[in-house]
């Protein structure tokens, strides 16, 4: 009998610890890499020694992972990666669009019922968006789990957290970490100490150099003076985007504005999620948690300089070292596959169109002068015959005003798709009709996805592949090619074998296969299909 039982013990282990399924986890960790593109973790994967190379080599990689949405941006990849649905079709248009009966921009986790707890600012929250998300399945479920979510970003931590979370905490862009009266009544006095013991002022003084010697970047990176960077943080008014950068040139208020764009921000980020796993005892039962994590420096730096500049080589080698740093001691205190690790991304990028060109591929910066000339030439054909205050440019899209009947909306119509194609750099000019109604290739659907029929745009620009807004220097996102749709994933624990598949995946999908390792019911209406991880 005994022998039997060791045998079996013996069978058991050899299962959890060659198989590539995950063990139920006590503990999930769904770490988003705001601009993380694949290509970029592939491209530096060589260079990984910590975080990212724990889970390559403890994950399995999903090589074809991309969001169905045609606006890839912050607020919808977040609501996608953590909702199941399409952001577009539930009323999350981008990071902001316009409101026609307010008539002004609506900024996506707006909620005036609620306050921010540090500045006294109007609130954010989950408070006007009626889908929810895996946090909130969760919870339906297993009434003592608990759903914490952290970004430096608002929109971002919300949008990850759901309904329901126990908190959702954002950097207040004034030097702390906040949250809103939707989701505690005080700044929790833990957080309050962090904020007290961070001292964002204090980085004044710091100069960001690289992290390893210069033969790293220049053999890694594209040359560190390029042509179309971003001069990061000013220096001295002279158009210098090199590295290192000193962060006193941008001076206190610009840069506490800008903290969590910084690889400190991220570090800093990780640390307040530490304490957060302690204060909130995540992972500590059977009932499973689950700590979101958006970081936001790839962002902001990805922005500026590109995916493939000096500074974002360091920014990842940055966060590779703690992410490290942190998945050792989460591995240490909860024991190797009691914590599930996913990794993401709410968008891609483009690379600078200045790089692109001397590649020979057809890029280029839609001009504003140009865009702004048209847009002045048909908005005033259409005052002339409709009248003023009834067509609104937001956000490169125009709205029609709910007063204006069928006619007047066929000729403006009429008069913008026939001047705004002019714009050099688009290249179509389509109504959300077009859209919604559109074909069923890749792009198309992507571009239904983002289609409120009440909300969105009357008229839509798409720009050609390789076009951006950026009319001088930067790079951007949002459109709905794969360059910006395809994102990184891999689900990793301590146990599992590292392995990659090729099968594509929707990020609508990965909420759906969470849940099925979780073991929990997700609804029936949403757009994800649960894939099986093996």
């Known amino acids: 009998m005994k022998r039997l039982f060791f045998v079996s013990m013996l069978m058991t282990l050899l299962l959890v610890h060659c198989s590539n399924i995950p063990r139920f986890p006590k503990l999930v960790i769904f770490i988003s890499i705001d601009q993380g593109t694949p290509s970029m973790i592939n491209k530096y994967s060589h260079l990984f020694t910590g975080g990212y190379k724990w889970l390559l080599e403890h994950g399995i990689k999903f090589e074809n992972a991309y969001h169905e949405h045609g606006n890839t941006s912050t607020a919808p990849g977040h609501f996608a990666l953590s909702s199941g649905r399409h952001p577009g079709t539930n009323g999350i248009l981008g990071n902001q669009w316009f409101h026609r009966e307010l008539k002004r921009g609506w900024y996506c986790v707006e909620d005036s ?299 403006a119509t009429k008069i913008l798709k026939n001047e705004l194609i002019k714009i050099t750099g688009i290249d179509s000019v389509a109504t959300k009709y077009d859209l919604f109604n559109g074909g069923e290739d890749r792009i198309s659907n992507r571009l239904k996805n983002m289609i409120d029929i009440d909300k969105s745009p009357d008229i839509y620009l798409i720009q050609k592949k390789y076009w951006i807004y950026n009319s001088k220097t930067g790079t951007t996102h949002g459109s709905p090619y794969d360059y910006d749709a395809h994102i990184p994933l891999i689900f990793a624990t301590g146990v599992t074998k590292s392995s990659a598949r090729n099968e594509y995946i929707r990020s609508v999908d990965i909420a759906p296969s969470l849940a099925k390792i979780l073991k929990i019911k997700y609804p029936n209406d949403i757009d994800g299909k649960a894939f099986l991880i093996k």
């Open 113 to 411: 019922l609620s306050t921010n707890l540090t500045d006294l600012s109007d609130g954010r929250s989950y408070e006007n968006i009626n889908s929810l998300g895996i946090g909130d399945w969760v919870k339906n479920k297993y009434i003592n789990s608990k759903i914490v979510s952290i970004s430096g970003k608002d929109r971002a931590a919300i949008m990850l957290g759901g309904k329901n979370p126990d908190i959702a905490i954002w950097y207040d862009r004034k030097g702390q970490y906040t949250t809103s009266t939707y989701y505690s009544s005080e700044l929790p006095n833990w957080l309050t100490n962090f904020n007290a013991n961070l001292n964002v002022a204090s980085y004044l003084d710091t100069v960001w150099v690289p992290i390893y010697d210069e033969e790293i970047y220049s053999n890694n990176a594209r040359a560190d003076y390029y042509l179309g960077e971003t001069s990061f943080w000013g220096k001295d008014g002279k158009y210098d985007p090199t590295f290192p950068i000193s962060f006193k040139s941008m001076g206190e208020k610009s840069f506490l504005n800008s903290f969590h764009y910084t690889p400190f921000g991220d570090k800093a980020l990780l640390d307040l999620a530490e304490i957060s796993i302690e204060e909130y005892d995540l992972g500590l039962d059977d009932n499973p948690d689950i700590l979101f994590l958006a970081l936001s420096a790839t962002d902001g730096v990805g922005h500026d300089n590109g995916p493939y500049s000096y500074e974002q080589l360091d920014t990842q080698l940055r966060l590779d070292q703690y992410l490290g740093d942190f998945i050792k001691n989460q591995e240490n205190k909860f024991g190797k596959g009691n914590v599930l690790y996913i990794l993401s991304s709410d968008h891609g990028v483009l690379e600078l169109p200045e790089y692109l060109s001397e590649q020979g591929i057809n890029s280029g910066r839609i001009s504003k002068v140009e865009r702004d000339s048209i847009y002045n030439v048909a908005l005033q054909k259409i005052r002339y015959k409709v009248g003023n205050n009834k067509v609104y440019e937001y956000e490169n899209s125009f709205y029609f005003d709910n007063s204006m009947n069928i006619e007047d909306k066929n000729f």
